[in-house]
């Protein structure tokens, strides 16, 4: 199913939709069963440029855009929708900031390992009492001269567990709003840095989502993202652009759901015939194409201006909240038109409608994005 608004990335539609379908697909049910993805196919994402599509070719990138990312995160999540969020996370939570708001140095540094050298990155802002309030983080950094030392808790890492490189928000002045927030990039090697535990998820269970301690980590000033103190416009940036994944995420799962649903339900025969005979059959297929197509355009529509360097904010919040809410209908849907089986692990069905969940939670709740949607709506004129 394609926009006439794609049909300049057919070519690469049809590439890594063939790579997910004999790469990724095979493996999804080990990958949720076994709480991991294997480190060969990690290989190939990086070998195939997919973990640094939009990043120039300068700093080891595939020099591609970032609707290109868009249909990579979607088709590689119609396959496993924990490997589409390892790509996401590492790419725009990660790489993100660097590439936009990173020194010279910063991106010559990390960007090549990051882009094509195998290093996974992570996104460090939420802690157990800061979620959709970021200006709440607790996490601090001590101004130490040459270098800052950072201390704190955070939560629902995702990629944590593996990331070799974390953007790491922490405040360097002690405030009870978003001001004095700072970004830094942080080896994860660094002495003090450590996952403490693994969360046991609903779904995306592939991934590794971590609580991630730091214990007076010592960062370089060089180090710093930005202009200390002002990290929270690189994280609200970097989120911006994060949500588009997010979208394409569900997306993907979306599609996944719906392409089981309509094959399934043209082979099973109740009375006397296949149930996509059936009318009621008919329209939850129907809502399930249309919601589909929607989230496609909108998903396309807010890349389109994050390349051509146009506000997106409010379209990329469109696109989350539409997506992520039709992925958990589509879903829902369906388990119903499989009836007791889609109920089953037999089926990929269940794994679809468990993976579906988080994208209206992270990355900003479907809650928050409305918030987003209705501050953009007000201030224009």
């Known amino acids: 199913m394609q926009s006439i608004f794609e049909a300049q990335y057919k070519e690469l539609r049809d590439l890594v939709a063939k790579f997910s379908d004999s790469e990724v697909a095979p493996l999804a049910h080990a990958i949720d069963h076994d709480g991991k993805i294997p480190e060969a196919l990690i290989n190939k994402l990086f070998e195939n440029g997919f973990m640094g599509s939009y990043i120039p070719e300068e700093y080891g990138g595939a020099g591609m855009d970032y609707s290109s990312y868009a249909i990579i995160v ?40 990051l882009a094509s050298g195998g290093m996974i990155g992570c996104f460090c802002l939420s802690e ?72 046991d998820k609903l779904g995306i269970k592939g991934s590794s989502t971590a609580q991630i301690w730091l214990d007076k980590v010592k960062v370089p000033k060089e180090n710093v993202i930005g202009v200390a103190g002002k990290g929270f416009g690189v994280a609200l940036s970097t989120l911006d652009g ?6 394409a995420q569900a997306l993907g799962i979306a599609e996944a759901a719906f392409r089981y649903a309509k094959n399934y339900s043209k082979q099973r025969i109740q ?38 360097k146009l506000p997106y904010a409010k379209e990329a ?37 468990r993976d579906a969940k988080i994208t209206e939670i992270y990355e900003g709740t479907s809650e928050i994005q409305r918030i987003v949607i209705a501050a953009n709506e007000l201030k224009e004129v």
């Not at 994060?242 to 979208?247: M, P, Q, S, T």
């Not at 008919?282 to 529509?301: E, G, H, P, W, Y």
Request: charged share 20%; glycine share 10%.
């Open 242 to 247: 994060g949500r588009i994944g997010i979208a």
């Open 271 to 308: 009375f006397g015939k296949p149930i996509s005979e059936l009318q009621a059959i008919q329209f939850m297929l129907a809502d399930m194409s249309t919601k589909i197509a929607a989230s496609r355009l909108l998903v396309m529509n807010a890349s389109y201006l994050k390349d051509n």
């Open 317 to 353: 919040a469109q696109a989350k909240l539409f997506a992520s809410e039709s992925c958990m209908s589509i879903t829902t849907k369906a388990i119903q038109v499989l009836g007791g089986n889609g109920y089953s692990k037999e089926y990929p069905v269940e794994r679809h409608f």
């Open 74 to 113: 979607e088709e590689i999540s119609r396959g496993c929708a924990s490997t589409g969020v390892l790509i996401s996370a590492h790419t725009s939570l990660c790489m993100w900031p660097i590439l936009n708001f990173g020194t010279a140095e910063q991106k010559s540094k990390y960007l090549p390992s």
């Open 128 to 199: 157990p009492n800061a979620g959709s309030d970021p200006g709440g983080l607790s996490t601090f950094a001590e101004d130490k001269g040459d270098h800052y030392e950072l201390s704190g808790v955070k939560n629902w890492i995702t990629n944590g567990r593996d990331a070799g490189l974390a953007i790491v928000m922490a405040k360097t002045t002690k405030t009870n709003d978003h001001k004095g927030i700072t970004a830094f990039i942080v080896e994860t090697k660094s002495a003090g840095f450590s996952v403490q535990k693994l969360e």
